[in-house]
């Protein structure tokens, strides 16, 4: 009897360690923030609810069920004040847009919606592309304007078409490529590789025509339907996203990568800054860069890490590529010099990844469709010319090395992936199976096989570099115009969309695909995958929003 007693207590002192032991786990179970969205008399899903604290640069967004409910776990959201938004194309928030929240509690906020007043302010580029009439052809036309700002722009203008041939199109000719409207500059020279002469005034002509055809030039209201794109369903439902603001709105995160420690880095596209945010605590940091040619303008494309973690970049016109040490927090440059440094010269992409097999490191020159090799250890610099003698108008976006450190480059002028043998220097071409395809950018993983975005293909393509063959993704909506493709450690390939806020996680086995809505418009560029997560996590920067966006699918 005794030692049953002994027991029992015993097991009775276990039961109640247990329940101890599991309150936390209780209570981390526990929503900070749930409720309900509704329309009317409708629960709504797939509505992007979005919470933010008093005087916080931190902005959690999830996103409502097929129920209408939404809910934040209590690890995103400590105790305080929130402002609340929601993203729903054709809806506004009818309230409450507040909600406070408290210590191992749930606090309750069903919100209203009522239909928008203003739905021409909601659509994102690919909504206004597939509303205006006309061809592909003259849609396709704008896809460049979206790298400085929203189609919204031209299209609430009233200018004619005479005034876009003779004032606009010139003028936006003149910019560099990270100009913004807050954040403009002119270029100094032209690129060798591009239009000139009758041949531009006939690509303004055809541009100039088109957009007078659906702007407010000859209206008073745009003479067309706006199409939508449905709310998110099933599993892009079952994410979460976390905004992390930045302090400047002409921050432009163009790369973002996360380093071993948790760290993320990122290039700012107009400005001479390499930036590190601390996602634990949101503080950021900047480390300036020195401009080597002053008065050309300034911003960094292109982040990539070697072997030993140091950081890689071009920094554009200022004609230099660049190497950051985090360890020491210190840079190393390497200018062009001589003939190659000319004012059109554009140094992008840098490309290490390979450099520990042969000591170089690839780059690109967008001034002139060339690829530069640098030797690390002596300074000296290789240059070649792909499309040297060659017409038409060429522009060597990306170069992505092998394991060989052979380097693979994407021709988004035309619809080309090129190679380039590192010991003998021979030059290869293959097209890819769409036309005129604008491969863009990409990477290679781990079986030497060239994963990269199809911009005017609407496309993931994949090229076996063994086999030299091509395969191809179709990426819904159109107008998808994928950037950027990385693979992660479960073989899915991830993209982002300039054009529709939205990204996408591909199942090459299946062809299924995941769209991933943005609490916000969101201009994409480099893509990046952290496989230490489990599920995996996915970062981008909005490149005109000044934030930097983490994507945490919940399956």
């Known amino acids: 009897m005794l030692r049953r007693s002994v027991i029992a207590s015993l097991v009775c002192v276990a039961g109640i360690i247990c329940v101890l032991a599991a309150g936390p786990s209780v209570q981390q179970a526990r929503p900070a923030l749930s409720g309900t969205v509704t329309a009317g008399s409708e629960a709504l899903e797939g509505v992007l609810v979005s919470a933010r604290k008093s005087g916080s640069t931190v902005t959690v967004t999830v996103v409502s069920g097929k129920d209408g409910r939404y809910s934040f776990p209590a690890t995103k959201l400590e105790p305080g004040a929130y402002s609340l938004r929601i993203r729903a194309v054709g809806y506004d928030l009818d309230g409450p847009s507040q909600a406070s929240v408290a210590a191992d509690q749930t606090t309750t906020a069903d919100l209203m919606l009522r239909a928008t007043k203003d739905l021409a302010s909601q659509l994102t580029n690919a909504e206004w592309l597939a509303s205006m009439p006309g061809t592909d052809g003259q849609k396709g036309q704008l896809l460049n304007c979206v790298g400085c700002h929203t189609l919204a722009r031209p299209l609430n203008s009233k200018y004619t078409a005479d005034e876009f041939l003779t004032m606009i199109l010139p003028r936006m000719q003149g910019y560099v490529n990270q100009s913004m409207p807050s954040h403009p500059q002119l270029r100094h020279a032209e690129r060798l590789k591009e239009e000139r002469g009758d041949q531009r005034v006939q690509v303004y002509r055809g541009v100039a025509d088109y957009l007078a055809s659906v702007n407010l030039s000859s209206h008073p209201t745009w003479n067309f339907e706006f199409k939508t794109l449905p709310r998110p369903t099933g599993a892009a439902t079952r994410v979460i996203y976390t905004e992390y603001d930045l302090p400047r709105e002409t921050i432009e995160p163009h790369d973002v990568i996360v380093d071993v420690n948790g760290m993320v880095w990122f290039s700012s596209f ?134 060989k450190n052979n380097v693979y480059f994407t021709d988004f002028r035309q619809r080309h992936i090129g190679r380039l043998d590192a010991k003998t220097g021979q030059i290869d071409l293959y097209e890819t199976p769409t036309p005129s395809s604008a491969p863009r950018r990409g990477s290679m993983d781990a079986q030497d096989r060239l994963w990269f975005g199809e911009y005017r293909g609407d496309r993931i393509g994949m090229f076996d570099t063994k086999k030299e063959e091509f395969r191809e993704w179709p990426i819904p909506p159109k107008w998808s115009s994928p950037y950027d493709v990385v693979v992660d450690k479960n073989g899915e390939a991830w993209t982002g969309s300039m054009l529709s806020d939205q990204v996408t996680r591909l199942n090459p086995a299946t062809g299924e695909t995941i769209n991933y809505l943005l609490p916000r418009s969101t201009n994409i560029r480099r893509v990046f995958v952290d496989n230490s997560t489990t599920p995996v996590s996915f970062w981008a920067g909005n490149n005109h929003g000044a934030s930097i966006v983490k994507v945490e699918p919940l399956e």
């Open 270 to 403: 107009g400005e001479q800054n390499l930036g590190r945010l601390d996602p634990r605590t949101g503080k950021l940091t900047e480390f300036a860069i020195p401009e080597h040619k002053p008065g050309f303008p300034t911003g960094l494309l292109g982040l990539r890490s070697d072997a030993e973690g140091n950081l890689w970049f071009g920094n554009m016109y200022q004609a230099t590529i660049a190497r950051f040490d985090p360890k020491t927090e210190t840079f190393k440059f390497w200018p062009l010099e001589g003939e190659g440094n000319i004012d059109a010269a554009q140094i992008n992409m840098v490309s290490p990844q390979s450099s520990g097999v042969d000591g170089k490191v690839w780059a690109q020159n967008n001034g002139f469709a060339g690829i530069h090799r640098l030797d690390v250890a002596s300074g000296k610099l290789e240059t070649f010319e792909p499309f040297k003698g060659m017409s038409g108008p060429h522009n060597i976006y990306d170069v992505i090395p092998d394991s």
